[in-house]
């Protein structure tokens, strides 16, 4: 009884701390398992790339730039979870548009099922030409 009690606190604990992407009906999973929807556009994942990105171009590019436009969303590829792939991945581009006027592609992947055990969702990004650490490879070949 008590490992039963423990384990439904620990999952949620786990389902209010995660990180979750917030997802619209759209955009949910079936229940045959098919993608219905892409989360590429999503309004909470584009926030949070720009306020990052603002982030680390202040403390690590020593930079003003900031993200002040981005359109030509698109999803490029998308791997769903199976038995072989315990995490969806679901991998964008867009164009964005910087302070400093020029256009730069941005390239984004959404992992589903890789927060903290197994809940919640990651998102990497990559702004080519703004990676000078080649962090995600060159010309972002991580998350392409």
């Known amino acids: 009884m008590t490992g039963r009690l423990t384990r ?5 604990i ?3 701390a995660s990180p979750m992407v917030p997802t619209t009906a759209a955009e949910q999973v079936s229940a045959t398992g098919a993608y219905s929807g892409s989360g590429c556009g999503h309004a909470d994942v584009l926030g949070f790339i720009r306020s990052n990105f603002q982030y680390k171009a202040e403390n690590y590019l020593r930079s003003d730039i900031t993200i002040a436009d981005v359109f030509d969303i698109r999803q490029k590829r998308l791997e769903l979870r199976d038995e072989t792939r315990p995490v969806e991945r679901e991998y964008c581009r867009a164009t964005v548009l910087t302070s400093d006027g020029r256009k730069r592609p ?3 992947l959404i992992e589903r099922g890789w927060g903290f055990a197994g809940f919640g969702s990651n998102i990497e990004y990559c702004l080519s030409g703004l990676d000078p650490w080649y962090v995600h490879g060159a010309q972002c070949a991580s998350v392409r």
């Open 106 to 108: 941005l390239w984004y």
């Open 8 to 12: 439904s606190a620990l999952l949620s």
């Open 14 to 16: 786990a389902l209010l």
